[in-house]
């Protein structure tokens, strides 16, 4: 059974780098052909698509956080990863990791998510 | 930017069915998905691509889409389905979600 497991540190100061990695367990990241994301939700808010990558590491994001976000993937260790820099208080979040379906735009597997809070 | 519309909040009385939906331009061309999350949880995808159920989710939740408009139904609603309900599409290389309608079986 697939499972994504979200781990870093819960406390960011601002200007800062946020730094996340994903655990994949039950399956293979260089097995398949999937998108691996990062997602966020601040507190009563709705879901928020940071970016993608796949297994050659090719990636994607969104057009609001690109210029902050890079994402990196370890297929020897069934892991990947995002760094935000520059963060504020906007990106206090739950960070989710989650794994795109194959050949559908959404996503079948998610983590439990962490939550990330940005202060001094 | 896309924008996915939603109502923020219906009420449906135990074992009533229930239709949420969400509204955006040409969906036509797009698949529309679904997602269900309780409090403290991650989302759990419910509906994809329109209509689909993904294997675990009960029958009772079945999705359909009309103009501009998607549907999630929801037939018989259980104290269970007490959650806040997002749809989202994949639009101009992004993934869109709307804001989420939240969900009371009475």
């Known amino acids: 059974q697939l499972q994504l497991v979200e781990s870093g540190p819960g406390l960011v100061k601002p200007s800062q780098t946020l730094s996340l990695t994903c655990t994949v367990s039950?399956?293979?990241?260089?097995?398949?052909?999937?998108?691996w994301t990062w997602l966020r939700q601040p507190a009563g808010k709705g879901l928020e698509w940071i970016g993608r990558?796949?297994?050659?590491?090719?990636?994607n994001y969104s057009p609001s956080l690109k210029s902050r976000v890079i994402m990196s993937v370890d297929t020897s260790t069934d892991q990947f990863s995002l760094n935000l820099t520059s963060v504020t208080a906007a990106d206090t979040a739950v960070y989710y990791c989650?794994?795109?379906?194959?050949?559908?735009?959404?996503?079948?597997?998610w983590g439990q998510g962490t939550l990330v809070t940005v202060s001094s | 930017s896309y924008e996915l519309t939603q109502p923020l909040s219906v009420s449906v009385a135990l074992g009533q069915a229930t239709n949420l939906t969400c509204a955006g331009d040409n969906f036509g061309s797009k698949s529309v998905h679904w997602f269900q999350q309780k409090p403290g949880q991650a989302p759990v995808l419910i509906i994809y691509?329109?209509?689909n159920r993904p294997s675990g989710i009960p029958e009772r939740f079945s999705g359909s889409t009309s103009g501009n408009t998607a549907t999630l139904t929801i037939s018989s609603a259980q104290v269970a389905d007490e959650a806040v309900y997002y749809c989202q599409v994949w639009d101009s290389g992004t993934y869109v979600f709307g804001a989420g309608t939240e969900v009371t079986v009475l």
């Open positions: 989650a794994r795109q379906m194959t050949f559908v735009t959404t996503f079948d597997n």
């Open positions: 990558i796949n297994k050659s590491g090719s990636t």
């Open positions: 691509r329109d209509s």
């Open positions: 039950g399956a293979s990241i260089g097995g398949g052909n999937n998108f």
